[in-house]
């Protein structure tokens, strides 16, 4: 019998954040093959268009009028799926059928004023000053909202509506499930080991180098040993950090810079303009600030959908649904292809792909 590969064969992984496994089975795409790139469709997106709502000047479904913003600019979601005011349901003792009050509210982040720019071709200090913005939301709606999910929906295959760049935040007076079961995970852990779950685990992917994609002074991108997306990424601070609102100076400098890198490389993979859902994770706020949260570990996480090309995506469909994750493509495979990926972004006069 061979020794085992995890490069070569059949295997499940566990992911402790989240105490799911996910199938490994890398015996699938045994030849090496270069993706597909395919011709990156012309963006005939207008930099300004006066029936976008998201632009500046523009006129939304609610007939206010947006101002005629230069930077970021955060506006009401004019169709929320929380709302600040509302009856509430009975509390019931059926464990079957069980209902809770649900408060929020919904905002939507523009990132610029311009439709035709994408977050990796932003200057520095504007993507610095993206991140401004959502610290200030995370504090404005963190004192009054228990969980406060920053999220980002790019590309059409992702559901988004307007390439406008743009992200959304939704405060609720829950701590919604993917966050729930991180919170208690991460303090299980924490209880065990005395030192925060994703603390320890940066250190470990430092030491083996694998999976580590880029890093600098204060961040550290890598695909995560137990990603289910193909080229599903954390984003981690190298410190240990609670909430996005705890960043330094520095620290939040250091974020824009690598979050310009990663977000090049992803465009590069594929020559297109990387659909994925992102988020940010930290501890919870409102009442729980003033509890103890020493267990957790702020980290953005990025979903991916793209597999082979600019238009093959995974589908998260059948045994993924009934029974649990699986992938071919490794992590390994994944971190080394991004490594491997120039620096520069192919839109800036690089030449296209052979
Ligand atoms: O006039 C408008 C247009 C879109 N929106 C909101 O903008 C959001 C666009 O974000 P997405 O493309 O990620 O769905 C969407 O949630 C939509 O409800 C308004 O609030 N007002």
Redesign the pocket.
């Known amino acids: 019998m061979e020794t085992f590969d995890p490069n070569d064969h059949q295997h499940i992984r566990y992911n402790p954040l989240k105490e799911e496994w996910i199938l490994v089975s890398p015996h699938r795409m045994k030849r090496p093959w270069k993706g597909q790139v395919e011709k990156d469709e012309v963006d005939d997106i207008p930099r300004f268009s006066p029936c976008n709502?998201?632009c500046p000047t523009a006129e939304?479904?609610?007939g206010q009028v947006n101002p005629d913003y230069k930077g970021t600019f955060v506006?009401?979601?004019?169709?929320p799926a929380l709302l600040t005011e509302g009856p509430e349901p009975e509390t019931s003792d059926d464990p079957l059928l069980q209902m809770k009050a649900a408060k929020g509210t919904?905002k939507?982040m523009c990132f610029h004023p311009w439709s035709d720019l994408t977050l990796p071709l932003f200057e520095h200090d504007e993507i610095v000053a993206v991140i401004e913005e959502w610290v200030r939301l995370m504090i404005e709606l963190g004192q009054k909202f228990e969980w406060v999910q920053i999220f980002?929906?790019k590309g059409s295959m992702m559901?988004?509506?307007?390439p406008h760049p743009?992200?959304?935040v939704w405060a609720s007076s829950f701590i919604p499930n993917e966050p729930a079961v991180k919170d208690n995970t991460q303090r299980k852990y924490f209880n065990k080991h005395g030192s925060p779950m994703l603390v320890d685990y940066v250190k470990r992917e430092l030491d083996a180098k694998l999976r580590v994609v880029l890093c600098n002074d204060h961040w550290v991108w890598l695909v995560p040993f137990w990603a289910v997306w193909p080229y599903e990424t954390m984003l981690l601070p190298r410190r240990h950090v609670l909430h996005l609102q705890d960043l330094s100076k520095d620290e939040k400098n250091s974020l824009a810079s690598i979050m310009k890198q990663l977000l090049t490389k992803y465009d590069n993979l594929f020559e297109t303009s990387f659909p994925y859902s992102m988020g940010w994770h930290g501890a919870p706020t409102g009442f729980h600030l003033n509890s103890d949260q020493k267990h957790w570990q702020l980290h953005a996480i990025y979903y991916p959908p793209l597999l082979r090309s600019a238009k093959i995506k995974k589908f998260m469909v059948g045994y993924e649904m009934l029974a649990q994750p699986q992938r071919d493509l490794t992590a390994e495979q994944a971190a080394e292809k991004l490594r491997s990926l120039p620096d520069a972004h192919y839109k800036l006069g690089q030449s296209k792909s052979d």
């Open positions: 709502p998201l939304r479904s609610n506006f009401q979601n004019d169709f919904c939507v980002e929906n559901g988004c509506s307007n743009h992200c959304q």
